[in-house]
């Protein structure tokens, strides 16, 4: 954040030649600036570069309110939070004034008296990009107070009249004048309260118990709703989407490598976890995503995949204390402490009843073997399935150290099989390597080149 300009009066401001911008104008002129400069307007949000991203461009071009639609973990409030970038970053507003208008333009009784009064006296104060943005998650309980306003009986009792403009009080999209306002999950609003919104997203003026204020909102309204709410917990009335520029649909990432992105950028861990692992849980969501058990009205969340790694990382702490290990780094073992604590987090169809757990454990096995697949194809596996097949066996879980994994595994003869299974994963640590290895046995047994056996603390390959 740079500092803010030093001029405190509408004076100063004309004389430093400030030319004032309606919203959209702004928002146009910042977006095509950072395109033609080959910024990205839209950092941390992935997947969404060829599908979502243009029509939204568009539709900011337009100068249009949007609503984004789009089942849960779609990146929506991502979406909206980050066009706070597309805002200058300094913008003067009256100072005092309860709208944040700017010195130019005031649109209030008590703003419009002082300029008058104080003429190019009238002081001037800087609002930094990040104060004029709103967010608003929409709850059955919201009121027309809340995002439109109301009369303060607190004014009146100071001795004003019901006819005074000065004893309103205005709500949050009044107060995000100049600026953006966000609404999440607009279907929860009651309909009484999307109604009061009509005014305010055509005409631009306010209207409360019996008032109606002609003030020149300059604000851009955006929304956000999943698709199935229109049935479920509500709808967005007819008239309030006609009065929305834009009606975007939001996705989930369509690439594999958009998705391991979306992992690595919110997943909060307190472990090493190796990009094989990272790539299984990705597996894992968008296998849930095409699960005909899971019902997809409903979704499987980007937060699926992100509470899975931060799970897993947490097994790998917990053994790292537990075995006093120096480097805590997830292996295979923890991918099933994930599938225990996961379920929660998906909704299944009704004929799955009972079915859950087991349909969990069959799409993550699948995940595997495909990534074991991707990483592994064309080593000769053959050594270490000759070496099991003579007697020995490999014990692992998620008791058992790194280095006790490595120290019991059997001896290949000549064969660089371990070091060609660690380099396809650049796994250089202890900890690394043993989850290299453990990825490559859970691939001969998922392939049925070994036997397993497990009793939930220590699992054993032979």
Known sequence: MTQAPEITTVGGLRASGHVQKPLRAEIRDNLLAKLRNGEDPWPGLHGLEDTVIPQLERALLAGHDVVLLGERGQGKTRLLRTMVGLLDEWTPVIDGSELGEHPYEPITHASQLRALELGD??????????????????????????????????KVAEGRSLGDPDTIHFGLIPRSHRGIVAINELPDLAERIQVAMLNVMEERDIQIRGYVLRLPLDVLVMA????????????????????????????????LD???????????????????????????????????????????????????????????????????????????????????????????????????????????????AETVRHHFRGLDFGPLVDAIEAGAMITTGERVAARDVLSGLPALGESDLYDRICERLSATSDGERACAVELALEGLYLARRVGKDTDGIETVYG
């Open 121 to 154: 006296r009238l002081p001037v104060t800087w609002r930094h990009r990040d104060e004029r943005y709103a967010e608003k998650l929409a709850t059955p309980d919201t009121s027309v107070a809340d995002l439109i306003g109301d009369v303060d009986p607190m």
């Open 224 to 255: 956000s709703a999943n698709p199935e709410d229109y049935t479920n917990r509500g709808r967005i009335i007819t008239p309030l989407k006609d009065r929305f520029g834009a009606e975007i649909r939001t996705h989930y990432p369509l690439e």
């Open 258 to 368: 958009a998705e391991i992105a979306v992992i690595r950028q919110e997943a909060d861990l307190v472990a090493e976890v190796p990009d094989a692992l990272i790539e299984i849980l990705a597996r894992f969501t968008r296998n849930l995503r095409e699960s005909s058990s899971v019902d997809q009205r409903s979704g499987v969340s980007a937060r699926f995949a992100i509470a899975g790694a931060e799970t897993i990382a947490a097994s790998a702490l917990h053994r790292a204390a537990v075995q006093g290990e120096s480097d805590a780094v997830a292996r295979v073992v923890d991918l099933e402490t994930a599938v225990e604590v996961l379920r929660g987090k998906i909704e299944f169809e009704a004929g799955e009843e009972g079915r859950e757990t087991e349909v969990l454990t069959h799409l993550l096995r699948t995940a595997t």
